[in-house]
């Protein structure tokens, strides 16, 4: 089974950076859609970024995120990244790593959780001003 881990979080003022991981086993990550979502307490969980299996084709961003943050792998690694730029408050919340065991995806499913197969634990992301 494709286990997924995310670290990375923290918490930093408003305008701060940071950078998220996702470690994958058990797959490699081209053969996989990798994606980051995240959800404040009380909240659905919502797509923050997408990108396709083999890193160089479609990548999706939520327009709250767009211009901020950027999506990247690393398949050598197995690894996922989510650099984070000028962090706002609203950017609080759990942000959890997913990949899909997908061959083709449409790119309005990109930020659907429902089109994703495996979850990570999330990390924590608190932002303040």
């Known amino acids: 089974q494709v286990q997924l881990v995310e670290s990375g979080g923290g918490s930093v003022q408003a305008g701060g950076s940071l950078r998220l991981s996702c470690a994958a086993s058990?797959?490699?990550?081209?053969?996989?859609?990798m994606g980051w979502f995240r959800q404040a307490l009380g909240k659905e969980r919502e797509g923050v970024a997408a990108?396709?299996?083999?890193?160089?084709?479609?990548?999706s961003y939520a327009d709250s995120v767009k211009g901020r943050f950027t999506i990247s792998k690393d398949n050598a690694k197995h690894t996922l990244y989510l650099q984070m730029n000028s962090l706002k408050p609203e950017d609080t919340g759990m942000y959890y790593c997913?990949?899909?065991?997908?061959?083709?995806?449409?790119?309005?499913?990109?930020?659907?959780?429902?089109?994703?197969?495996?979850w990570g634990q999330g990390t924590q992301v608190t932002v303040s001003s």
């Open positions: 997913a990949a899909a065991a997908r061959s083709s995806m449409p790119s309005q499913l990109l930020l659907r959780r429902g089109a994703y197969n495996y």
């Open positions: 058990g797959y490699t990550g081209r053969s996989y859609y």
């Open positions: 990108i396709d299996r083999d890193g160089d084709g479609e990548i």
